[in-house]
């Protein structure tokens, strides 16, 4: 058990919809990130928040955006779901002091299923 | 830009035979690299990291990997492989030059041990 839990396990929902995933980090990790790992595109970064801020972002749609709340927890919003946007979700949590040479640690994902 | 890659789709061994799963990086500065499994339906688990120092990095469950500066390469290996070691493996890599956070994974190696 790495620590970061990840609500829900399973979504199944419809095209057009919109979805929200969270994340609770490990405990005193400032460092969220969000991945997409699907089999055509294999493990995709999406976005970083750093205590409470964007700190880097990879390849996340402009249908999805994420926040990083107070309490360091963090959710990531998927709106006008395609069939494409199936895949599994994992976000990731490291301490972020420097950064470079942290270890992130995963969750054990969302599996969203877009019908 | 950072890259990493795998280029073994899959890898089949026998129980008790030594294992090897290759990676190779590219980046402009120093490399840092990492290596994960993911079980089926889990999310990744942090097995070793080389960030600097002695080439040969020692990780959980047995596993080890070797650095090679001059052929860009980072394989995991493990002297003695058991069944419970079929997962699928993902190198990773930061280099030292990107700012931030931002894990580059490779499309990950699918180990196989047969009995």
Known sequence: DSGVTQTPKHLITATGQRVTLRCSPRSGDLSVYWYQQSLDQGLQFLIQYYNGEERAKGNILERFSAQQFPDLHSELNLSSLELGDSALYFCASSVGRRGVTDTQYFGPGTRLTVL | ?115
């Open chain 2, 1 to 115: 830009a950072q890259s990493v890659a795998q280029p073994e789709d899959q890898v089949n061994v026998a129980e008790g035979n030594p294992l090897t799963v290759k990676c190779t990086y590219s980046v402009s500065g120093n490399p840092y690299l990492f290596w994960y499994v993911q079980y089926p339906n889990r999310g990744l688990q942090f097995l070793l990291k080389y960030i600097t120092g002695d080439n040969l990095v020692k990780g959980s469950y047995g596993f080890e990997a070797e650095f090679n500066k001059s052929q860009t390469s980072f394989h995991l290996k493990k002297p003695s492989a058991l069944v419970s070691d079929s997962a699928l493996y993902f190198c990773a890599v930061r280099d030292e030059n990107s700012g931030y956070s931002t894990l580059t994974f490779g499309k990950g190696t699918m180990l196989l041990v047969s009995p």
